[in-house]
């Protein structure tokens, strides 16, 4: 899940009444198994802050919290130091200590493309952010070149997986992978705003998946599985908590067993009816 507090999520996900807090990530936290952490990309967040996200996530059994790395790290710097990384490193500190943080990812620019000092950089930024794991989302199709995922790969970081709307500058679905994590980003496939100079960030991933898409998109997890250490599948799909549903709908075709959602966001997407259970939903919004 990419993120747990987005205000059209009020009534749906969350009560309507809950505006803000550890309540939003208690209750998120409750449904899925992994979690991502975003608001790191935009804005540097202070340690007690994450410490408290950290009390949240240790009373959840299986949880995992993956941490997106700053955009100063990710698209503007030119090289990466240890020193410029510290901030960032020590705000994860209280999730590396509870055992919750699998990944730190980092999300190239759209634009970035596989050149040397491209290459030189990202090299850079996987060696100040050890020793955590690092995902790399690569989103341009140099970067499917075979010498160029050998020598990533060479890093010990792991390649993200992308379901998203295909164009001939995207990276491809079959392009190999590399590393020991198994990553998933699902950012829907709206091909009708997505590629629209200037849209917003809820245009863009406003998209429902169907059943065969999510068919689909659970034998490629059965895939990635198969050949990886730990898997993680994030939906980025938010929009009036479609990614809830879409990590519900993709849970149940993985291990068969229901869970727990609330009433709303069954009301709101009536397919999770035959899927989840309605047990627990008093413990979400008491």
Same mark, same amino acid.
């Given at each position: 899940?990419?993120?747990?507090?987005?205000?059209?999520?009020?009534? /749906?996900?969350?009560?309507?009444?809950?505006?803000?807090?550890?309540?939003?990530?208690? #209750?998120?936290?409750?449904?899925?198994?992994?979690?991502?952490? *975003?608001? #790191?990309?935009?804005?540097?967040?202070? =340690?007690?802050?994450?410490?408290?996200?950290?009390?949240?996530?240790?009373?959840? &059994?299986?949880?995992?919290? +993956?941490?997106?790395?700053?955009?100063?790290?990710? @698209?503007?710097?030119?090289?990466?130091?240890?020193?410029? +990384?510290?901030?960032?490193?020590?705000?994860?500190?209280?999730?590396?200590?509870?055992?919750?943080?699998?990944?730190?990812?980092?999300?190239?620019?759209?634009?970035?493309?596989?050149?040397?000092?491209?290459?030189?950089?990202?090299?850079?930024?996987?060696?100040? %952010?050890?020793?955590?794991?690092?995902?790399?989302? %690569?989103?341009? +199709? !140099?970067?499917?070149?075979?010498?160029?995922?050998?020598?990533?790969?060479?890093?010990?970081?792991?390649?993200?997986?992308?379901?998203?709307?295909?164009? #001939?500058? @995207?990276?491809?679905?079959?392009? &190999?992978?590399?590393? #020991?994590?198994?990553?998933?980003?699902?950012?829907?496939? *709206?091909?009708?705003?997505?590629?629209?100079?200037? /849209?917003?960030?809820?245009?863009?991933?406003?998209?429902?998946?169907?059943?065969?898409?999510?068919?689909?998109?659970?034998?490629?997890?059965?895939?990635?599985?198969?050949?990886?250490?730990?898997?993680? +599948?994030?939906?980025? *799909?938010?929009?009036?908590?479609?990614? =809830?549903?879409? !990590?519900?709908? %993709?849970?149940?075709?993985?291990?068969?067993?229901?869970?727990?959602?609330?009433?709303?966001?069954?009301?709101?997407?009536?397919?999770?009816?035959? /899927?989840?259970?309605?047990?627990?939903?008093?413990?979400?919004?008491?």
């Amino acid at each position: 899940m990419a993120g747990w507090s987005y205000p059209d999520w009020a009534g /749906i996900v969350h009560p309507a009444s809950l505006r803000g807090g550890p309540r939003l990530l208690e #209750t998120v936290a409750r449904l899925v198994d992994a979690i991502e952490i *975003n608001v #790191t990309f935009y804005r540097p967040v202070p =340690v007690a802050t994450v410490a408290r996200w950290a009390g949240v996530v240790a009373e959840r &059994p299986g949880l995992v919290i +993956v941490v997106k790395a700053p955009r100063v790290i990710s @698209h503007d710097a030119a090289r990466v130091t240890r020193d410029d +990384v510290a901030p960032f490193q020590a705000s994860l500190a209280p999730l590396a200590a509870c055992g919750r943080l699998a990944a730190v990812l980092v999300q190239l620019p759209v634009h970035a493309r596989a050149t040397s000092t491209e290459i030189d950089r990202l090299r850079s930024i996987v060696d100040a %952010l050890q020793p955590h794991a690092i995902a790399l989302e %690569l989103r341009h +199709v !140099s970067f499917a070149e075979p010498r160029v995922l050998e020598v990533l790969g060479a890093t010990g970081a792991s390649r993200v997986h992308l379901d998203w709307p295909q164009a #001939t500058d @995207h990276i491809p679905d079959a392009a &190999p992978g590399f590393g #020991t994590l198994g990553y998933l980003r699902l950012h829907g496939r *709206n091909d009708r705003t997505w590629f629209t100079p200037g /849209i917003g960030r809820d245009a863009r991933y406003d998209h429902h998946y169907d059943a065969p898409s999510l068919d689909g998109i659970a034998e490629r997890i059965r895939s990635l599985a198969a050949t990886s250490e730990r898997t993680i +599948v994030i939906a980025n *799909n938010h929009p009036r908590g479609q990614a =809830v549903a879409t !990590s519900l709908e %993709l849970a149940f075709r993985l291990d068969g067993q229901p869970r727990a959602a609330p009433a709303s966001l069954v009301a709101r997407y009536p397919e999770l009816a035959a /899927i989840t259970r309605p047990s627990g939903q008093l413990d979400l919004f008491h």
